[in-house]
């Protein structure tokens, strides 16, 4: 069992670029698929990228693919989120979850950070 915390949200302009990191602060997150997904106001939770254990395998979402990266160091029990070329419409709660299966859908994630908010303004 792990439990995760999100930072490095905040404001940001349209064009920028912001880091996101998720820690496990308990537990060991190296065995575990780490993903990465948000979810804007009004709006469902949506896929944002995924990184398999050892970082050997990573997927994103389509309205982020090319502009985002996701990387991970086991050693310090942390997984980034790299966003590049933000837009307002990447507004949103960003979460990280872990699990077992390097998936799209959010339900196969057993354990779930609390979130942290970026905003993108215009």
């Known amino acids: 069992q792990v439990q995760l915390v999100e930072s490095g949200g905040g404001l940001v302009q349209a064009g920028g670029s912001l880091g996101l990191s998720c820690t496990a602060s308990?537990?060991?997150?190296?065995?575990?698929?780490v993903g990465w997904f948000r979810q804007a106001p009004g709006k469902e939770r949506e896929f944002v990228a995924a990184?398999?254990?050892?970082?050997?395998?990573?997927d994103f979402g389509d309205s982020v693919w090319g502009r985002f990266t996701i990387s991970r160091e086991n050693t310090k029990n942390t997984v980034y989120l790299q966003s590049n070329r933000l837009d307002p419409e990447d507004t949103a709660v960003y979460y990280c979850?872990?699990?077992?299966?390097?998936?799209?859908?959010?339900?196969?994630?057993?354990?779930w950070g609390q979130g942290t908010l970026v905003t993108v303004s215009s």
């Open positions: 308990e537990g060991t997150l190296s065995s575990y698929v």
């Open positions: 990184i398999s254990p050892r970082g050997t395998s990573t």
């Open positions: 979850a872990a699990g077992d299966v390097l998936a799209t859908y959010s339900s196969v994630y057993n354990y």
